[in-house]
């Protein structure tokens, strides 16, 4: 594969990013818009980098609550226990359910952690236009937006337990407020991810080419 | 101006700017530089695609309808559907999670499936109906935010949580879900905007490089 060639940016031309016509990028000072679809187009994704930084560090701050509070309560006859993603993860080895464990423990600790840390090592690498891997890069770019999803799992068993673990003084469910911080983070994250422009990695790539 | 028939394509990953080439039924294009698929070629992906969305709807409906689960302790039973389970999540004050839950297991994919009708029903009659731009673009915003196939895993590690501590007796719309995952999974594979696109004149043609 080649590494260098001539990227759309460089000719002055835009693809856009909802139908993916390729039309001249005019109208410097006002906005551009697709031909076929009317759809804003830029060159590349405004200000991508910065907003990026400012979700992820909203990420960052958010993943201690989310790992340190407790995400679910339960309480029955015999036993009263508090929950956080981790403590969930092993009670649930203790318990015997190794697979679905193991499942919990990648969707929850493994893929979060993934994405920051992935997105984090993007940022930095476009802010310094490293040509280091760029198909590499994208590879890792394309993982993370691809995983980012899964984390939704505890959010939605706490859902369902809370809803269903409700036999009067018996057995009750309740979500905790390490719940409301998780949400926060993957919902972050996947803003995050998809602020983040690709292209930016190839770019460094473009201008060498042309030296 | 227009030496070259074919029109020019740029990837969207690393803006590589091609020419677009011929394909095959079935076959796919990808960026020569880093690899991401350009275009894909399949004849009457509209037409499947539609099929696959008015069953996911039917599915889509009964999964919201019915009970996903119930469990049984000590001759209390409780049971909860979908939309159950968002509401008692609101009434424990955890509204932001409740709203969450609410949009990408519900809004979000029922917005996708009508859309999709909307769309795809004129289209099938040779006609186009206003406003595609927009539905096409509200359409690719909202994909990341339909997550059907984590919840239905949801399901699944709550049945395995509850198993030891209670009776669990699987609802109807356990079964719905599981079919909507698959359904949702084979509209995404075949549906094609590139198909849709196609329908559309561009009234600015010099806008469009060729």
């Not at chain 1, 905790?176 to 996947?190: D, E, H, N, R, Y």
Request: charged share 15%.
């Amino acid at each position: 594969m080649n590494r260098t060639g001539v990227s759309a940016g460089s000719m002055g031309l835009c693809s856009c990013h909802a139908c993916g016509l390729v039309s001249r990028a005019e109208s410097i000072f006002g906005t551009a818009h697709c031909p076929r679809c009317d759809a804003r187009i830029h060159i590349r994704k405004p200000d991508s980098v910065r907003r990026c930084w400012a979700l992820l560090i909203a990420a960052y701050i958010l993943y201690l609550p989310a790992n340190l509070l407790t995400i679910m309560e339960t309480g029955s006859l015999v036993n009263y226990r508090k929950d956080t993603i981790m403590s969930g993860v092993v009670h649930l080895w203790k318990t015997g359910s190794w697979a679905i464990s193991a499942i919990v423990f990648i969707a929850s600790i493994i893929v979060p952690l993934f994405k920051l840390i992935a997105l984090t090592l993007l940022l930095v690498s476009v802010k310094r236009r490293s040509t280091w891997w760029p198909n590499q890069r994208t590879r890792l770019y394309r993982m993370v937006e691809l995983v980012g999803r899964w984390s939704m799992l505890d959010i939605y068993v706490v859902t369902i337990l809370a809803a269903l673990v409700q036999i009067h003084s018996l057995a009750t469910v309740r979500a905790g407020s390490g719940a409301i911080a998780f949400g926060a983070v993957v919902v972050l994250t996947m803003f995050a991810a998809q602020e983040f422009d690709p292209r930016l990695i190839w770019d460094p790539l473009t201008k060498e080419s042309e030296l | 101006m227009n030496i070259h028939p074919k029109p020019l394509i740029a990837c969207r990953e690393c803006d590589l700017l091609q020419r677009e080439i011929p394909l095959s039924p079935g076959e796919t294009s990808c960026c020569s530089r880093c690899g991401a698929t350009l275009y894909r070629c399949s004849p009457d992906s509209l037409d499947r695609t539609l099929a696959l969305v008015l069953a996911a709807s039917l599915l889509f409906i009964i999964a919201n309808v019915y009970p996903i689960l119930s469990i049984e302790i000590q001759g209390d039973r409780n049971a909860t559907n979908l939309y159950g389970a968002v509401s008692a999540l609101w009434d424990q004050d955890m509204r932001s999670v409740s709203f969450l839950v609410f949009v990408t297991t519900i809004l979000v994919p029922a917005i996708e499936l009508s859309m999709m009708i909307f769309i795809l029903l004129p289209l099938r009659q040779q006609r186009v109906p206003a406003g595609i731009p927009l539905l096409l673009r509200i359409l690719q915003s909202i994909k990341p935010w339909g997550m059907v196939e984590v919840f239905m895993l949801g399901i699944l590690v709550s049945l395995v949580k509850l198993t030891d501590s209670s009776s669990v007796i699987p609802g109807v719309a356990l079964w719905s879900f599981g079919g909507l995952t698959l359904m949702l999974a084979a509209v995404a594979t075949s549906f094609n905007p590139r198909d849709v696109w196609a329908h559309i004149k561009t009234d600015n043609a010099q806008g469009a490089v060729k």
